[in-house]
């Protein structure tokens, strides 16, 4: 059986004293694909910012949260295990970066490349790569504000795997899409199994 990468017990997450996830337990397996159902306001962001240590669980004994065998990370190591793909993200990311630059950033973990971001020749390569196989190449010298939904959210999926992580968070990964980009879209999904990449995708739509 395959190692478990993330475990969850008993974690609860209020805002303003409302619960947005009360007393929620689960497990992810390497290799497994977990999809996270209900409709807007069900607390699926929420629960994909707990697994990416965006928000903390309140504190009690049987609260446990465990990532990748660790139950404390430095974010930005943590990031290097997650690829992350959102429509908050998106919104972050609307802007005048060239899709080549959205896509390597996901090497810093970062939104787009500033001064202090310096890629390697090896990491030029690697995002050539990641581009063309997720057929983004052709969006590199457009900015992200001028690109469709469908295309900014492919950019997206390339910058979330140009550091190959082991796990996929996507959260509304193809809401706000047309038909031919959700068809697209659910072809990159069906890429990424193929690589061996755990997916956890939250949605409400099926």
């Known amino acids: ?12 997450v209020r805002r303003a004293g409302v619960p947005i ?17 209900g409709p807007n306001g069900a607390g699926k962001s929420t629960l994909v910012q ?3 240590e965006e928000i903390h669980p309140l504190y009690s004994p ?20 997650l690829g992350i793909v959102s429509q908050s993200l998106q919104y972050l990311c609307n802007s ?4 080549w630059e959205i896509v390597a950033s996901g090497f810093f973990s970062s939104i787009g490349l500033d001064f202090h971001h310096h890629c390697t020749e090896q990491q030029m390569q690697k995002m050539e790569e990641v581009m063309h196989r ?20 492919r950019i997206l999926l390339a910058r ?7 796990v996929m968070l996507l959260d509304e990964a193809v ?21 061996g990449k755990t997916i956890i995708l939250a949605t409400h739509e099926l």
């Open 62 to 81: 049987q609260t446990k949260r465990i990532l990748f065998g660790k139950a404390k990370w430095e974010v930005l190591s943590l990031r290097a295990h």
């Open 1 to 12: 059986m395959d190692e478990c990468i993330i475990q969850l017990e008993h974690a609860t």
């Open 134 to 153: 997720y057929d983004t190449w052709h969006l590199r010298d457009k900015q992200m504000n001028r690109m469709s939904s469908g295309e900014a959210r």
């Open 96 to 99: 005048s970066y060239k899709g």
């Open 175 to 195: 809401s706000n899409l047309d038909f031919p980009s959700r068809s697209q879209y659910r072809s990159t999904l069906e890429q990424l199994d193929r690589e």
């Open 50 to 52: 707990l697994l990416s």
């Open 160 to 166: 979330a795997n140009v550091h190959d992580p082991q």
């Open 21 to 37: 996830l009360d007393d929620v337990s689960f497990q992810v397996r390497r290799n497994e694909h977990v999809a996270i159902i």
